[in-house]
């Protein structure tokens, strides 16, 4: 008796190109924020949503990628999108972003935990995690600040 296997390929395709005003390397936190807001308008979203701008050895902007969509107080992402995302991309790091609906850009426990977890997770694959930033209205807050201090 003969055993199949079904082989498969993961191909990176090309939906758009987009064209935004905001620096395409990332420097810093307002960077990143300057970034999300150009080609997600996070700052203005009704509902809580996660995001990944991808980038390579140069911290070039080389992909953003939308990991979760949530309500008006939540948004759940799995690590295993963002990875996804990030080998796709052929990125060797991410920043995390997410915004507060609320304009109040004060990360909740949970906000630091998944930073903790996304960045011991980046760690162990080789795919750094440099930041998670919190975006309020015309303001942010940069979780791997804050826990610095």
């Known amino acids: 008796m003969k055993n199949y296997l079904t082989l498969n390929r993961i191909k990176l395709v090309r939906e758009k190109d987009?064209?935004?005003?905001?620096?395409?390397?990332?420097?810093?936190?307002e960077d990143a924020v300057e970034v999300a807001n150009a080609i997600f308008d996070m700052e203005n979203l009704a509902e809580e949503t996660m995001i990944a701008l991808l980038l390579d050895m140069k911290n070039h902007v080389i992909g953003a990628h939308e990991l979760s969509h949530?309500?008006?107080?939540?948004?759940?992402?799995?690590?295993?999108?963002?990875?996804?995302?990030?080998?796709l991309h052929n990125a060797s790091s991410a920043i995390l972003c997410h915004n507060h609906p609320s304009g109040n850009p004060a990360p909740s426990l949970d906000d630091i935990k998944t930073t903790e977890i996304f960045m011991k997770l980046g760690r162990m694959m080789g795919i750094e995690v440099f930041d998670h930033i919190v975006i309020g209205y015309q303001t942010y807050i940069s979780i791997k600040e804050k826990l610095a201090k």
Not at 22 to 28: F, G, L, Q, Y
């Open 70 to 87: 949530g309500t008006i107080d939540c948004s759940i992402a799995n690590p295993r999108e963002l990875f996804k995302a990030a080998l």
């Open 18 to 29: 987009i064209e935004y005003d905001a620096p395409h390397i990332i420097t810093c936190p």
